[in-house]
């Protein structure tokens, strides 16, 4: 049975209202991912098609998405914001290490290499990384182990979630306090942040203001898109190709080609990031 792009629409994108729904009726102690997984789950054992992420076009919009979202995550990319905050950046470098010897290590032991090398980019990069793997290994004919990749993103949310939500809860707590207790400290900072930063002319600004349509900032990430898949003719047997679009990215953003939230600016990040999300079930 296979059902007419319009009803697979709404159902897509009901289970993905849902799973939003309850992630902040729950502040996100409950993560959307295991909603949306397990309204995915009862309604394949049950009356959805499989091919209803292809009916509903969210596989087609996904391969837009993953042309354009690494360019963003490279044009976000701040070396001045890296240097700032380098405590956390060596804490994240850490956590990912940690992660890399006890789940390599570890989990080539017990399960296999195969296995542990799958399990660690869900552990450590999030969802584009749990993609990146999950078509890595389909394309080896490795199909259970592209699932395993997304059954594990999903799951790492029960225990991830409500650890975030908590600590995050109990930073702004303590910002709070900090703030009451001396708010010109918060003024001060932010007079000095805005006053280093001079505005200069770059590349973007060449662009007077009333051509910038959402056209305008799709055609450039195209462009840039097009550019990184010739690069990885040359590159692809070494390199995947996430690694210069991220490079070509943050060139981009560094020289003033790209804005710092493109997606955004093209009035798509919010349909590309729910296809995005929804391709997860496949």
């Known amino acids: 049975m296979s059902w007419s792009l319009a009803a697979s629409l709404v159902v897509v994108c009901v289970i993905m209202f849902l799973g939003d729904l309850v992630s902040r009726k729950t502040s996100s102690k409950v993560s959307s991912l295991i909603v949306i997984a397990l309204c995915f789950m009862i309604g394949f054992w049950t009356v959805f098609p499989k091919d209803i992420l292809d009916t509903s076009m969210m596989n087609s919009l996904r391969e837009i998405t993953m042309l354009y979202i690494l360019l963003q995550v490279g044009a976000r990319f ?147 898109a097009w550019i990184v898949t010739l690069i990885d003719k040359v590159t692809g047997a070494y390199v995947n190709i996430s690694i210069p679009m991220i490079l070509v990215g943050f060139l981009a953003g560094h020289f003033g080609l790209l804005e710092k939230d493109p997606l955004t600016k093209a009035n798509s990040g919010g349909i590309l990031q729910l296809a995005l999300t929804a391709s997860l079930m496949r």
């Open 78 to 224: 701040n070396l001045q914001l890296v240097k700032k905050d380098w405590r956390v950046v060596v804490t994240t470098l850490a956590a990912v290490a940690g992660i890399l010897v006890i789940v390599g290590v570890a989990g080539s032991l017990i399960f296999g290499r195969e296995t542990a090398l799958v399990a660690i980019p869900p552990l450590t990069g999030g969802g584009m990384a749990t993609i990146i793997m999950s078509d890595a290994a389909a394309s080896l004919g490795l199909e259970h182990l592209a699932m395993m990749a997304t059954i594990i993103y999903v799951l790492q949310g029960f225990v991830g979630f409500p650890l975030t939500s908590f600590f995050l809860r109990r930073e702004g707590v303590n910002l709070l306090k900090d703030f009451h207790a001396d708010p010109t400290r918060f003024v001060v900072e932010k007079e000095k942040t805005g006053g280093s930063e001079k505005a200069k002319k770059d590349l973007n600004s060449l662009v007077p203001e009333k051509y910038k349509s959402v056209a305008y900032y799709l055609a450039k990430l195209s462009v840039l």
